[in-house]
């Protein structure tokens, strides 16, 4: 699958915060929500080798509805707010949006404790809660993420060079600047700082049927229970 074809599948939505989040939904059957983890580009992503296996995958048997998440990818850049409650309500806007009255939630790194935290603060939306490399990893603890923090501010190309070599231990031999790339991707801006990507033609954009007001009290997950 080509980038040029996912980039023609985007559809946008407008949050109750005012951002505007881009999204595809492919497949048919029940339902599957992949939160998006802590940088994602719908376009780029196609590049990494077992990318569409696993999602033709899902959506044999589901209807897939993927996301970039708020301040990345082709969703809005301009975000001042990185709580996990922004994050949390730009989820129920979306979904709310698409109407979807019960769904499946996959949480995969970054993604699974906002998959978690939804699920709590909505537990009779979400049908069953999938967690997948949702823990504290060598990238994210310790003296190593001081460094690689720090990195990432002096020179964010070799970072994420850096951070793609370890992401994708195990992958194909092209994963590697395929993920740095998509990494790259998913942070730049247009020369004028606006998002990359803004503009598509036939772009469709809704604002959400209730106002989003992050909720600062978001409780912990209720249940963890498998696609069947």
């Known amino acids: 699958m080509k ?3 996912v980039m023609g599948e985007v559809r946008f939505a407008r949050a109750g915060c005012g951002a505007r989040i881009a999204y595809t939904v492919k497949g048919s059957g ?3 929500v992949i939160v998006p983890p802590w940088t994602t580009h719908l376009a780029a992503q196609v590049g990494l080798s077992g990318h569409e296996r696993f999602h033709a995958k899902l959506e044999s048997q589901h ?3 993927l996301y970039d998440r708020w301040g990345t990818g082709l969703s ?15 989820l129920a806007d979306l979904v709310d949006h698409l109407r979807l009255r019960r769904f499946a939630l996959l949480g995969p790194s970054h993604g699974g404790p906002i998959a978690a935290a939804f699920t709590g603060r909505f537990p009779r ?10 823990r504290e990893s060598g990238l994210t603890g310790g003296p190593t993420w001081a460094a690689l923090r720090g990195l990432m501010l002096a020179n964010w190309p070799v970072a994420a060079r850096s951070i793609a070599a370890v992401a994708t231990k ?14 790259q991707a998913a942070a730049h801006t247009a020369d004028d700082g606006r998002p990359a990507g803004r503009g598509w033609p036939g772009q469709r954009v ?5 106002a989003c007001a992050p909720d600062p009290g978001v409780a912990p997950a209720r249940r963890l ?3 069947r």
Not at 206 to 210: A, E, G, I, L
């Open 3 to 5: 980038s040029q074809e």
């Open 125 to 134: 939306l979400v049908s069953h809660l999938i967690l997948y490399g949702a």
């Open 225 to 227: 229970t498998r696609i």
């Open 63 to 65: 209807t897939v509805v």
């Open 30 to 32: 029940p339902p599957l």
């Open 206 to 210: 809704s604002k959400p049927r209730r």
């Open 76 to 90: 809005d850049r301009g975000r001042k707010d990185f709580s996990s409650a922004a994050d949390v309500q730009v």
């Open 170 to 183: 195990g992958g194909n031999s092209s994963d590697v600047d395929a993920f740095a790339d998509l990494l």
